[in-house]
């Protein structure tokens, strides 16, 4: 259908819509026209994807002058699923509107391991070798020594010291040999697209992607790409401010951002810089004897590039490196004069890597803030916060004037010279953390030094004031009022959206005592009880005979579910469940995770039905779906709170505290409450698949932790599925089993979607933002009542 929304042609490409995608649409279309930010909370399986791209779309074909859509997801499968959507919607406006109107450019990037198709470089293996290997065939002096090589009449397979091997990469050179005639023609283009492209026309698609970024109406790609300062420098820095960027499952983006500005340093990485430095100096010395002059103009070249990205000012109204003579003042400014010259550059770092060695001999805990450490820096290496500010950039530059091709080389001193511009750059938001011991094993020395940030704003600030419509949206952003203290900006729309359904397909409840009647908690001082240990069993025994199919059961940590899993094989509650179900067990491990996952699927396929034990904050709990028969019903044993004696966190608690007067324990439970509700969505996908959703824990009970699950689950939490014992549970249980396995027809789902008259109606009558929150909550015949 295509449709007017206050003004605006949509277009939508199915014959109905739900009317939280209709209620979606209406707060990004005020967002949009308010040129403002905003956080939007929809309900999982009611089809956000296409909803966002729907709008955003249509958006650009109505204001021209609106920039690309900017659509970022966390995984490869996530973004090709969104690809794949936006196809959809191509086909579907040139069927409505025309070929000329629909004509787009829409394309996903990732990393060169999963866009390249030399066949000589891919089959390298991990990310690192792929990246390395690629480097070596494509780097601009690699490529110059070829030609050298090829005009005196050498080999073609000549080895070269720098290069590796004479080769080059066919499609690398048949991309640049294109020139302005290597692009891509309009059209939806996925990885598996552009990697059949780029072997059609010999070109590589990795490059070619990067290429067309600047061209495109809709890109894909990482959270990294825009939110870590070192990758968003290459590839993000040319977007223009019009553009529309929108975080997809962005529940857990304040902790990205996090990591994105966090570093660790352990004494072998200190071991391994210090080899690299003392490569950097042989390097540089053969270069002296060889072209000097390369040495002398790459400082000039280091300003030039920090004057491009605005690190410097300008003056007089002209770029100040367009002067033949930089001035003093802003040389100093750029690059202080101790690391201008190369030799003293390292020199530095080989000061800065000794002083770090020097503060991992301690065998205290040590805390401080950026400003004391390098106060301590200043007076013990003579090295301050100005010199450590331009480090990393430094390093970048040197290494690509001494032409190092095999980067993982200096992966070690990289990483120093990252934790040494971020700690000359930030002063506030960040904590620097000495722990001589891992806490798991205290007899033995384990020294890490942690630069932890602690404002999540900092990494995604520049991305609210460069872009002018920002969006955050997830199934589960609740408590949703906190993500903007959290990341820092005023959103001109903060929604949490309802989920209409024709019947009643989830059913979460809370358990929280057994049989016996003793409470069941995963609280420290509750968590090895014997009782709690043997209820939760029971739950899963329960289970296992009442729900066909898959089920799923979360843990709060891997040690936990171990001690559980143990204790459940000695007291042989573990071989009742195997007489039910096959079990299949998350690890640390991600092949053995992957195979484990592989054969559950295998048992529910064939009907056996399986459990797959999994844990909360895991790689199944953030990035698999358990829709339809893989996924009937899901527990989540206890709250999965974070590891509360942690220093870091317990940092970053006291920050929030006295930076957004945000209290540790509003901060905790919301933490924990959220990764809980990310784990019971997963069985729920789309709205006519079904699922329960077991909270074993009697805290669930209160309303300050049920106040913070989504309000999709929230509504159906009525008084007789909270505080239940195992066996009432399981009662429960089997009276909504017994109804879901009633016949199911797709015009019944359809109750609950309105079609292009009904959508037109509420068009002509006008009122879309008053109406829409009533019919968000409201099933079917209500819809049409109201309509009529």
Same mark, same amino acid.
């Given at each position: 259908?295509?449709? #007017?929304?206050?003004?605006? +042609?949509?277009?939508?490409?199915?014959?109905?819509?739900?009317?939280?995608?209709?209620?979606?649409?209406?707060?990004?279309?005020?967002?949009?026209?308010?040129?403002?930010?905003?956080?939007?909370?929809?309900?999982?399986?009611?089809?956000?994807?296409?909803?966002?791209?729907?709008?955003?779309?249509?958006?650009?074909?109505?204001?021209?002058?609106?920039?690309?859509?900017?659509?970022?997801?966390?995984?490869?499968?996530?973004?090709?699923?969104?690809?794949?959507?936006?196809?959809?919607?191509?086909?579907?406006?040139?069927?409505?509107?025309?070929?000329?109107?629909?004509?787009?450019?829409?394309?996903?990037?990732?990393?060169?391991?999963?866009?390249?198709v030399n066949p000589r470089v891919v089959d390298e293996g991990s990310r690192e070798s792929v990246d390395g290997k690629c480097r070596r065939l494509t780097a601009s002096w690699v490529r110059e020594k070829r030609l050298e090589r090829e005009a005196r009449g050498a080999s073609e397979n000549e080895n070269v010291e720098d290069g590796g091997e004479g080769n080059c990469c066919e499609f690398f050179e048949d991309f640049e040999s294109a020139g302005e005639k290597a692009v891509l023609p309009p059209?939806?283009?996925?990885?598996?697209?552009?990697?059949?492209?780029?072997?059609?026309?010999?070109?590589?698609?990795? %490059?070619?992607?990067?290429?067309?970024?600047?061209?495109a109406n809709v890109v894909v790609y990482n959270y990294q790409y825009m939110l870590d300062p070192k990758v968003a420098s290459l590839v993000s820095s040319s977007l223009e401010k019009e553009c529309i960027v929108v975080f997809d499952e962005a529940h857990n983006i304040d902790n990205v951002c996090i990591e994105a500005l966090s570093v660790n340093l352990r004494q072998q990485t200190l071991e391994n810089a210090g080899r690299s430095i003392t490569s950097l100096n042989t390097r540089i010395d053969?270069?002296?004897?060889?072209?000097?002059?390369?040495?002398?103009?790459?400082?000039?070249?280091?300003?030039?590039?920090?004057?491009?990205?605005?690190?410097?000012?300008?003056?007089?109204?002209?770029?100040?490196?367009? #002067?033949?003579?930089?001035?003093?003042?802003?040389?100093?400014?750029?690059?202080?004069?101790?690391?201008?010259?190369?030799?003293?550059?390292?020199?530095?770092?080989?000061?800065?890597?000794?002083?770090?060695?020097?503060?991992?001999?301690?065998?205290?805990?040590?805390?401080?803030?950026?400003?004391?450490?390098?106060?301590?820096?200043?007076?013990?290496?003579?090295?301050?916060?100005?010199?450590?500010?331009?480090?990393?950039?430094?390093?970048?530059?040197?290494?690509?004037?001494?032409?190092?091709?095999?980067? &993982?080389?200096?992966?070690?001193?990289?990483?120093?010279?990252?934790?040494?511009?971020?700690?000359?750059?930030?002063?506030?938001?960040?904590?620097? @953390?000495?722990?001589?011991?891992?806490?798991?094993?205290?007899?033995?020395?384990?020294?890490?030094?942690?630069?932890?940030?602690?404002?999540?704003?900092?990494?995604?600030?520049?991305?609210?004031?460069?872009?002018?419509?920002?969006?955050?949206?997830?199934?589960?952003?609740?408590?949703?009022?906190?993500?903007?203290?959290?990341?820092?900006?005023?959103?001109?729309?903060?929604?949490?959206?309802?989920?209409?359904?024709?019947?009643?397909?989830?059913?979460?409840?809370?358990?929280? +005592?057994? !049989?016996?009647?003793?409470?069941?908690?995963?609280?420290?001082?509750?968590? &090895?009880?014997? #009782?709690?240990?043997?209820?939760?069993?029971?739950?899963? @025994?329960?289970?296992?005979?009442?729900?066909?199919?898959?089920?799923?059961?979360?843990?709060?940590?891997?040690?936990?579910?171990?001690?559980?899993?143990?204790?459940?094989?000695?007291?042989?509650?573990?071989?009742?469940?195997?007489?039910?179900?096959?079990?299949?067990?998350?690890?640390?491990?991600?092949?053995?995770?992957?195979?484990?996952?592989?054969?559950?699927?295998?048992?529910?396929?064939?009907? +056996?039905?399986?459990?797959?034990?999994?844990?909360?904050?895991?790689?199944?709990?953030?990035?698999?779906?358990?829709?339809?028969?893989?996924?009937?019903?899901?527990?989540?044993?206890?709250?999965?709170?974070?590891?509360?004696?942690?220093?870091?966190?317990? !940092?970053?608690?006291?920050?929030?505290?006295?930076? %957004?007067?945000?209290?540790?324990?509003d901060f905790l439970a919301f933490d924990a409450v959220r990764q809980a509700a990310q784990c019971v969505g997963r069985v729920i996908r789309s709205k006519k698949d079904y699922g329960l959703m077991v909270f074993a824990d009697k805290r669930y009970n209160s309303q300050d932790k049920r106040g913070k699950l989504p309000g999709w689950i929230t509504t159906h939490l009525r008084e007789e599925v909270l505080n239940l014992s195992t066996d009432m549970a399981m009662q429960v249980a089997r009276t %909504?089993?017994?109804?879901?396995?009633?016949?199911?027809?797709?015009?019944?789902?359809?109750?609950?979607?309105? &079609?292009?008259?009904?959508? &037109?109606?509420?068009?002509?009558?006008?009122?879309? +933002?008053?109406?829409?929150?009533?019919?968000?909550?409201?099933? !079917?015949?209500?819809?049409?009542?109201?309509?009529?």
């Amino acid at each position: 259908m295509d449709f #007017n929304l206050e003004g605006l +042609r949509v277009f939508f490409p199915y014959p109905q819509i739900y009317p939280e995608q209709l209620a979606m649409m209406t707060e990004f279309k005020r967002s949009l026209d308010a040129r403002g930010h905003g956080a939007i909370e929809m309900p999982t399986g009611t089809g956000k994807t296409i909803t966002v791209l729907s709008l955003c779309v249509s958006y650009q074909i109505a204001h021209p002058e609106c920039g690309k859509l900017i659509y970022c997801t966390r995984t490869v499968p996530e973004m090709e699923k969104v690809l794949a959507e936006c196809r959809t919607l191509e086909r579907f406006i040139a069927a409505r509107a025309g070929e000329d109107v629909a004509a787009m450019l829409a394309l996903g990037l990732s990393s060169r391991k999963n866009m390249c198709v030399n066949p000589r470089v891919v089959d390298e293996g991990s990310r690192e070798s792929v990246d390395g290997k690629c480097r070596r065939l494509t780097a601009s002096w690699v490529r110059e020594k070829r030609l050298e090589r090829e005009a005196r009449g050498a080999s073609e397979n000549e080895n070269v010291e720098d290069g590796g091997e004479g080769n080059c990469c066919e499609f690398f050179e048949d991309f640049e040999s294109a020139g302005e005639k290597a692009v891509l023609p309009p059209g939806v283009y996925t990885l598996h697209d552009l990697r059949a492209f780029g072997r059609t026309k010999k070109w590589c698609p990795y %490059f070619l992607a990067r290429n067309m970024i600047s061209f495109a109406n809709v890109v894909v790609y990482n959270y990294q790409y825009m939110l870590d300062p070192k990758v968003a420098s290459l590839v993000s820095s040319s977007l223009e401010k019009e553009c529309i960027v929108v975080f997809d499952e962005a529940h857990n983006i304040d902790n990205v951002c996090i990591e994105a500005l966090s570093v660790n340093l352990r004494q072998q990485t200190l071991e391994n810089a210090g080899r690299s430095i003392t490569s950097l100096n042989t390097r540089i010395d053969r270069a002296k004897q060889t072209d000097e002059r390369r040495l002398r103009q790459e400082y000039e070249r280091l300003v030039n590039g920090l004057a491009q990205q605005g690190v410097l000012a300008r003056g007089g109204g002209e770029d100040v490196l367009m #002067n033949p003579i930089i001035p003093d003042d802003i040389l100093r400014e750029a690059v202080p004069g101790n690391i201008r010259r190369a030799e003293h550059f390292v020199a530095v770092l080989k000061r800065f890597v000794e002083y770090l060695n020097m503060r991992l001999r301690s065998t205290q805990v040590e805390q401080e803030t950026p400003t004391a450490f390098l106060q301590h820096c200043a007076a013990n290496a003579g090295i301050d916060g100005k010199t450590l500010k331009f480090c990393y950039d430094r390093l970048t530059s040197l290494l690509k004037t001494l032409e190092v091709v095999d980067m &993982d080389e200096f992966n070690a001193l990289s990483l120093v010279a990252n934790f040494a511009a971020l700690v000359g750059t930030y002063s506030n938001g960040f904590a620097l @953390i000495l722990e001589p011991y891992d806490e798991r094993y205290p007899n033995i020395p384990d020294p890490v030094l942690q630069l932890a940030c602690l404002d999540a704003s900092l990494a995604i600030k520049p991305v609210f004031e460069r872009f002018q419509s920002v969006f955050i949206t997830s199934g589960t952003l609740s408590p949703i009022d906190l993500y903007p203290k959290l990341l820092g900006f005023n959103p001109v729309s903060v929604r949490s959206l309802a989920m209409t359904l024709t019947r009643d397909c989830l059913c979460p409840m809370v358990i929280t +005592r057994g !049989a016996d009647q003793q409470a069941v908690s995963t609280k420290f001082d509750m968590r &090895d009880d014997p #009782n709690v240990i043997q209820n939760y069993g029971r739950i899963l @025994i329960g289970l296992a005979q009442t729900v066909p199919d898959g089920i799923v059961a979360f843990f709060v940590s891997y040690s936990y579910m171990e001690n559980i899993v143990s204790k459940w094989h000695e007291t042989g509650i573990l071989r009742e469940i195997m007489q039910h179900k096959l079990v299949f067990i998350e690890t640390t491990d991600v092949v053995e995770t992957s195979l484990a996952l592989d054969n559950y699927r295998r048992a529910c396929n064939c009907g +056996r039905g399986a459990i797959f034990l999994s844990v909360a904050r895991g790689k199944v709990a953030e990035g698999i779906d358990f829709d339809r028969h893989y996924g009937r019903a899901v527990v989540m044993y206890g709250v999965p709170y974070q590891y509360t004696l942690s220093r870091i966190l317990r !940092a970053r608690l006291e920050y929030l505290r006295e930076t %957004f007067q945000i209290k540790e324990s509003d901060f905790l439970a919301f933490d924990a409450v959220r990764q809980a509700a990310q784990c019971v969505g997963r069985v729920i996908r789309s709205k006519k698949d079904y699922g329960l959703m077991v909270f074993a824990d009697k805290r669930y009970n209160s309303q300050d932790k049920r106040g913070k699950l989504p309000g999709w689950i929230t509504t159906h939490l009525r008084e007789e599925v909270l505080n239940l014992s195992t066996d009432m549970a399981m009662q429960v249980a089997r009276t %909504f089993m017994r109804s879901m396995s009633q016949p199911f027809s797709h015009d019944e789902n359809t109750q609950s979607l309105l &079609d292009q008259a009904m959508v &037109d109606r509420l068009a002509v009558e006008g009122g879309w +933002r008053e109406a829409l929150p009533a019919l968000s909550r409201k099933l !079917a015949p209500e819809i049409t009542m109201h309509l009529s």
